[in-house]
């Protein structure tokens, strides 16, 4: 059966988001702003900082230019009450400890790469295996893990923090001199959008991505289970033992996958399933029911006991939906929280996992003299609460 059409999805969508006028109180005079201070010293004595962008609506986040780390990210519920709906660490001691990936660009590859290789004209070329047989995330340091070159720009109703890196050639064993750029801008209308942008003098590879995880009644409140997610995906890539996906390109119709009508996320989550079982739960890329070559609604998330709500606009063919399966309580976050299974969801927009060396999938090399743009949106939004 075809999927929906972008209609019959949003008609889907209304009982979920009947989305009301926000009750926040707004001061018409009020202007977003951008501050920077210290955030903390690297192990080489470098000093990171932390930007903290708010919207004139008073939605805020802060961002540090060390992994390009959403350290927090405040969004109004249905009643007009900000929480941080980030998981993360207060410090940057937090995020110089072993955690998976809180908030952080991934780059240059977000997601798996099977048995870590790749060809690319016949050249072969290595990367580290820090998952199992496979390259995870960009490698043992990622763009995660790097402190990228930070200024910020004031636009009419928007505020954005620029990032920038330069990766040198074979860093963790990539071709190319990779230049990357991240533009992280707050609107007005309460939407946060991500630009990533790269340009190579070899032909490379390239999947870049944000690995935010997200708890809508604020974070360190418990699991997400509850959360209704509604994903614009008639099909999904299936995935071996070691999550690679095998080329299929599989209907979600009849599967604990079909989140085309908003479902909540643990209605299915360990349902008697070959693939469940194989990601513990959802941790697999979603094929985007795309529309024209724009951003385009991936996703719609509503918290039902608060209101608060979430869309993911994309230009990428794919969606990692993750539901931190693999959180295990034992990382203490921001407030002393600790963030137990499946206490968070991201939702990564990228190209298909291990594409390098899938052919049939949207090709995700990089050629000189080529640019590399990619563009996701997050829409804060509201609902009528459930109780
Ligand atoms: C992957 C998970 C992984 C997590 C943290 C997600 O993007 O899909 O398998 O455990 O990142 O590393």
Request: proline share 6%; glycine share 12%; with cysteine.
């Amino acid at each position: 059966m075809a999927g929906p059409t972008r209609r019959q999805w949003f008609q889907a969508a209304l009982p979920a988001a009947a989305l009301l006028a926000s009750c926040k109180s707004v001061d018409k005079g009020a202007r977003g702003s951008v501050t920077v201070q210290e955030f903390g010293k690297l192990p080489n004595g470098e000093t990171a900082q932390l930007f903290i962008l708010k919207n004139r609506n008073g939605i805020e986040t802060a961002i540090t230019n060390y992994g390009g780390i959403i350290v927090t990210l405040k969004t109004y519920d249905a009643r007009g009450l900000l929480a941080d709906v980030a998981l993360g660490f207060e410090t940057l001691d937090g995020y110089l400890r072993p955690h998976p990936y809180f908030g952080a660009i991934i780059g240059r590859y977000g997601n798996r790469i099977g048995k870590a290789r790749f060809t690319l004209d016949g050249v072969t070329y290595t990367l580290a295996k820090n998952d199992g047989e496979n390259s995870l995330h960009g490698g043992v340091e990622g763009f995660d893990k790097k402190l990228w070159k930070a200024r910020t720009e004031a636009g009419p109703g928007s505020q954005t923090l620029v990032l920038s890196y330069t990766s040198p050639d074979g860093e963790e064993g990539y071709p190319g001199t990779l230049q990357t750029e991240v533009r992280y801008t707050l609107s007005d209308d309460d939407s946060f959008r991500i630009d990533y942008l790269a340009t190579t003098d070899k032909k490379t590879v390239v999947n870049l991505t944000n690995h935010t995880y997200f708890n809508l009644k604020g974070q360190g409140n418990g699991d997400i289970l509850d959360h209704e997610i509604q994903i614009n995906a008639s099909r999904f890539t299936p995935v071996d033992e070691g999550l690679i996906p095998t080329g299929e390109l599989r209907p979600v119709e009849g599967t604990p996958f079909d989140f085309r009508k908003p479902a909540r996320i643990g209605a299915r989550i360990d349902a008697d399933d070959e693939q469940i079982r194989r990601g513990r739960g959802y941790d697999h890329n979603f094929v985007l029911d795309r529309e024209g070559e724009g951003l385009s609604l991936a996703a719609r998330v509503i918290e039902p006991s608060t209101g608060r709500g979430l869309e993911v606009w994309t230009t990428e063919p794919g969606m990692q939906f993750y539901t931190g399966n693999f959180l295990d309580g034992s990382l203490v976050g921001k407030g002393g929280k600790a963030y137990p299974r499946r206490s968070g969801f991201c939702l990564e927009t990228q190209h298909f996992p291990d594409s390098p060396n899938q052919p049939a999938f949207p090709s995700t090399v990089l050629e000189p003299g080529k640019e590399y743009r990619s563009a996701t949106v997050w829409k804060f939004i509201t609902a009528q609460p459930k109780k």
